[in-house]
């Protein structure tokens, strides 16, 4: 038998190895009840809202959003989707000028909208199984 070894048949057994190391992980972490499958749900479609401005003149925001949710609590969510998008559409539409102006503001927006969202689902279904709202896009005019 030959000490060498192709180099195809290495990464075979790197493959292999990666796979069987994931899935111990996966099954030690699903024992532990620890490390949830975390799931992303696209919110379509996009968000176009009047919001606060400063001016007589009307502000906009036009924003692509998903959802970072649990794999178990998925189905929560899309089957209170108009929730979802009510709070949503209400709490942007809130926004003043300066809370969506700038990195740190959006930041901000951020959060809260998934407290905002959080709070309409729990009033509902007295679940809050929103992790976090992320934002793909946020055009402001």
Do not use: W
């Not at 003043?96 to 901000?108: D, H, M």
Request: charged share 25%; proline share 4%.
């Amino acid at each position: 038998m030959s000490l060498m070894m192709s180099l195809s048949n290495k990464m075979r057994i790197l493959a292999l190895s990666c796979a069987f190391c994931a899935t111990s992980l996966n099954v030690y972490a699903a024992e532990e009840g620890e490390a949830p499958v975390p799931t992303y749900i696209e919110l379509k479609p996009n968000f176009v809202v009047n919001h606060v401005g400063d001016e007589t003149r009307l502000k906009y925001i036009k924003t692509s959003i998903s959802i970072r949710t649990d794999m178990s609590k998925k189905e929560l969510i899309e089957a209170n989707m108009p929730l979802v998008r009510d709070a949503l559409v209400m709490f942007l539409s809130s926004r003043t000028t300066e809370q969506v102006t700038g990195a740190i503001a959006r930041e901000k927006t951020r959060e809260e909208a998934a407290v905002a969202v959080n709070s309409a689902l729990k009033e509902e279904t007295g679940a809050e199984p929103v992790k976090d709202i992320l934002f793909a896009s946020f055009v402001t005019q």
